[in-house]
């Protein structure tokens, strides 16, 4: 009987002549908690935006004679104290939950993106300018901003929008100082000193060849901004001034459910929203970890 075994240099050099992309991506596929929370991430924004097609109940119609009623075949998981279905709230919030807190994620990321690569390429006064005023957006008081922005807009631009905007504008500061100090560290490379002695365009050298090598950095951030602004919109909802009360949230499900009797006696009402919404953002975070790991090179995982 002849024992056939693996041979540890084919792996290995087959290991070699892959790309980092290629590697981080068989890397992070094999990391099942990720590819779990993954999996579950992906069938809650679909689940999300299919809504329309899923429940055909009003979600914000008061209806007197059924409020409060327990999960049954007809509501699934009950009603709350106006009378409205619980898992079509829940659907039709996490859509919006999930909106906003994509929305802020790319504006976020594409803002910070830019101030970092500009202030770590140029240096000098470019780049004091610039972190001086990435430190003033860092200190500015989050809550305060919102409230009083929000109270001058509410009544000339939609609450959806100026809750967008404004959390997007405070938020783009730590994106700013990571991309800095990794363009900071890639621009003294051979490659990026010959595009920039040949005379390469800045913003040539910046797009082509800079960020290209910080996109790994960037999409981790993403994902773990991505958490973080979710969180953001639920606590602001939930203390009455992030997303307008006429729109379902899981913040303003949650908001709505303060009442001691709610909370004693009728768990439907604030459990979904408590339970969907912690679970996606472990799940984010998971999978935030996930892509770190595969994107380090020193990680075996």
Same mark, same amino acid.
């Given at each position: 009987?002849?024992?056939?075994? %693996?041979?540890?240099?084919?792996?290995?050099?087959?290991?070699?002549?892959?790309?980092?992309?290629?590697?981080? =991506?068989?890397?992070?596929?094999?990391?099942?908690?990720?590819?779990?929370?993954?999996?579950?991430?992906?069938? !809650?924004?679909?689940?999300?935006?299919?809504?329309?097609?899923?429940?055909?109940?009003?979600?914000?119609?008061?209806?007197?004679?059924?409020?409060?009623?327990?999960?049954?075949?007809?509501?699934? $998981?009950?009603?709350?104290?106006?009378?409205?279905?619980?898992?079509?709230?829940? $659907?039709?919030?996490? =859509?919006?939950? $999930?909106?906003?807190?994509?929305?802020?994620?790319?504006? *976020?990321?594409?803002?910070?993106?830019?101030?970092?690569?500009?202030?770590?390429?140029?240096?000098?006064?470019?780049?004091?300018?610039?972190?001086?005023?990435?430190?003033?957006?860092?200190?500015?008081?989050?809550? *305060?901003? *919102?409230?009083?922005?929000?109270?001058? $807009? =509410?009544?000339?631009?939609?609450?959806?929008?100026?809750?967008?905007?404004?959390?997007?504008?405070?938020?783009?500061?730590?994106?700013?100082?990571? !991309?800095?100090?990794?363009?900071?560290?890639?621009?003294?490379?051979?490659?990026?000193?010959? %595009?920039?002695?040949?005379?390469?365009?800045?913003?040539? *050298?910046?797009?082509?060849?800079?960020?290209?090598?910080?996109?790994?950095?960037?999409?981790?951030?993403?994902?773990?901004?991505? %958490?973080?602004?979710?969180?953001?919109?639920?606590?602001?909802?939930?203390?009455?001034?992030?997303?307008?009360?006429?729109?379902?949230?899981?913040?303003?499900?949650?908001? %709505?459910?303060?009442?001691?009797? !709610?909370?004693?006696?009728?768990?439907?009402?604030?459990?979904?929203?408590?339970?969907?919404?912690?679970?996606?953002?472990?799940?984010?975070?998971?999978?935030?970890?996930?892509?770190?790991?595969?994107?380090?090179?020193?990680?075996?995982?």
């Amino acid at each position: 009987m002849v024992n056939v075994t %693996a041979d540890p240099n084919k792996s290995q050099e087959k290991t070699i002549n892959m790309s980092p992309w290629a590697i981080a =991506r068989r890397k992070f596929l094999r990391n099942k908690l990720a590819m779990t929370s993954s999996f579950f991430l992906l069938t !809650v924004i679909i689940v999300s935006f299919l809504a329309p097609y899923i429940t055909t109940a009003d979600i914000s119609k008061v209806n007197i004679m059924q409020m409060t009623l327990e999960p049954s075949t007809e509501h699934w $998981l009950g009603t709350d104290k106006s009378g409205r279905d619980v898992f079509t709230r829940l $659907l039709y919030g996490g =859509r919006v939950s $999930l909106i906003v807190g994509m929305s802020c994620t790319l504006l *976020v990321v594409l803002f910070g993106t830019i101030v970092g690569s500009i202030a770590g390429f140029y240096g000098g006064m470019v780049d004091s300018a610039l972190m001086r005023f990435t430190d003033f957006v860092l200190n500015f008081p989050f809550l *305060v901003f *919102v409230i009083v922005l929000g109270a001058i $807009l =509410r009544g000339y631009v939609d609450g959806l929008t100026i809750l967008i905007v404004v959390i997007s504008i405070l938020s783009w500061g730590g994106v700013a100082r990571i !991309v800095r100090s990794k363009i900071l560290a890639e621009k003294e490379n051979e490659y990026i000193l010959a %595009a920039v002695s040949i005379g390469c365009k800045p913003s040539k *050298v910046i797009i082509k060849h800079l960020l290209p090598n910080v996109l790994s950095t960037i999409i981790v951030q993403s994902t773990i901004l991505f %958490a973080t602004l979710i969180v953001a919109e639920s606590g602001l909802s939930y203390l009455g001034f992030g997303v307008p009360a006429t729109i379902p949230s899981w913040g303003n499900m949650l908001s %709505a459910s303060q009442e001691s009797d !709610v909370l004693a006696n009728k768990p439907w009402i604030w459990m979904p929203p408590a339970i969907i919404l912690t679970v996606t953002i472990l799940s984010i975070n998971f999978i935030g970890e996930g892509l770190k790991d595969a994107f380090n090179p020193k990680s075996n995982r």
